[in-house]
């Protein structure tokens, strides 16, 4: 939904299929790509577009609003191997007006998956504090060629006016999350005894506020 108002952020342009999509569609595009001969092919490419930028840059190196300023969109093919850092790294503050990416499907289902779910993890909780996630298209592995051994998913993640947590808290937060799911099968009384490493009546005392049983499990 880009408009020619709307500056746009692509992670991994590659070949510029999805670039010459967005090159028509925003008003300024700022295209990333990691692979030095890609990236001169892009560059060659776009050489008359003005309002077109190919930035050879590790995506996990670039913070996204200094190369597009704090009103900005960003989507993206998601190397999968790199897809849980760089959620996290997009989510970073100042954040995107809106992020799609395409993901694989196993990964696209923990990002947006309910509480109680059997996808319900620490990656959904730690993104949902922050952001609305919305599985928006599924695409087979039939869509690629060549074809990959896994389903992928398109995930739209909108941030949230009022987040769970600061800014400031949000690295705590995320290790926090983190390490109770690493413990998932123990109950809470345990996780935060070996997290903080406080006694079962401390453990207890922090819970309740919190309405948390001590006895439930991540």
Same mark, same amino acid.
């Given at each position: 939904e880009?408009?020619?108002t709307d500056t746009v952020v692509e992670i991994g342009a590659g070949r510029g299929a999805l670039t010459d999509l967005l090159a028509d569609r925003a008003a300024h595009?700022?295209?990333?790509?990691?692979?030095?001969?890609?990236?001169?092919?892009?560059?060659?490419?776009?050489?008359?577009?003005?309002?077109?930028?190919? &930035?050879?840059?590790?995506?996990?190196?670039?913070?996204f609003a200094d190369v597009a300023g704090k009103d900005f969109l960003l989507v993206g093919n998601v190397p999968y191997y790199i897809t849980t850092p760089l959620i996290f790294h997009a989510?970073?503050?100042?954040?995107?007006?809106?992020?799609?990416?395409?993901? *694989?499907k196993e990964v696209a289902d923990r990002v947006a998956a309910?509480?109680?779910?059997?996808?319900?993890?620490?990656?959904?909780?730690?993104? *949902?504090? +922050?952001?609305?996630?919305? &599985?928006?298209?599924?695409?087979?592995?039939?869509?690629? *060629?060549?074809?990959?051994?896994?389903d992928s998913?398109?995930?739209?993640?909108?941030?949230?006016? *009022?987040?769970? +947590?600061?800014?400031?808290e949000e690295a705590p937060f995320r290790e926090f999350v983190q390490s109770a799911f690493g413990m998932r099968r123990k109950q809470m009384r345990r996780v935060l005894r070996s997290i903080l490493q406080v006694d079962a009546s401390r453990a207890e005392a922090l819970l309740a506020p919190a309405g948390?049983?001590?006895? +439930?499990?991540?």
């Open positions: 880009a408009t020619k595009l700022i295209a990333i790509e990691y692979d030095r001969a890609l990236a001169a092919i892009l560059r060659e490419r776009y050489a008359s577009r003005p309002h077109v930028r190919i &930035l050879e840059a590790d995506a996990l190196t670039v913070r989510l970073e503050p100042p954040r995107p007006r809106r992020a799609l990416f395409l993901v *694989q309910s509480p109680g779910s059997s996808a319900y993890g620490a990656l959904s909780v730690n993104v *949902q504090a +922050v952001a609305l996630a919305e &599985l928006v298209l599924r695409v087979s592995a039939g869509a690629f *060629q060549p074809p990959p051994k896994v998913a398109l995930i739209r993640l909108t941030p949230l006016e *009022q987040p769970v +947590v600061r800014a400031a948390v049983d001590p006895e +439930v499990r991540p």
